[in-house]
């Protein structure tokens, strides 16, 4: 069973930078498409960004060029770099592993870690 462990998130100022971390157990990391997604109070649950096995990333408008994703195969964690931080970034961040071979099967989340941006 895969398991998705969170980390790096709390209270930044605007502007500020933030890393997410997400390890992952149980399963072979580079079949796994990753991906972040973040929950504000009241709004739905929405991509921030993406990345394939193979490397190929994708991201939300609200934060192109200022967010960037990457995974690190020998440490088996995906990474959420945040940057230009703003007060609507301010979310419950979830770290998701899918396998794009079969996604309904094998769809995994995280516990979610809060980023709050605030003066």
């Known amino acids: 069973q895969v398991q998705l462990v969170e980390s790096g998130g709390g209270l930044v100022q605007p502007g500020g930078s933030l890393r997410l971390s997400c390890k992952f157990s149980?399963?072979?990391?580079?079949?796994?498409?990753m991906a972040w997604y973040r929950q504000a109070p009241s709004k739905q649950r929405e991509l921030v960004a993406s990345v394939t096995g193979g490397g190929t990333s994708k991201y939300g408008e609200s934060v192109k060029d200022r967010f960037t994703i990457s995974r690190d195969g020998a440490l088996n964690t995906v990474y959420l770099q945040m940057s230009s931080l703003k007060p609507e970034d301010t979310a419950v961040y979830y770290c998701?592993?899918?396998?794009?071979?079969?996604?309904?099967?094998?769809?995994?989340w995280g516990q979610g870690t809060q980023v709050t941006v605030s003066s």
């Open positions: 149980g399963s072979i990391f580079a079949l796994y498409d």
């Open positions: 998701n592993a899918r396998a794009p071979l079969k996604p309904s099967e094998y769809n995994f």
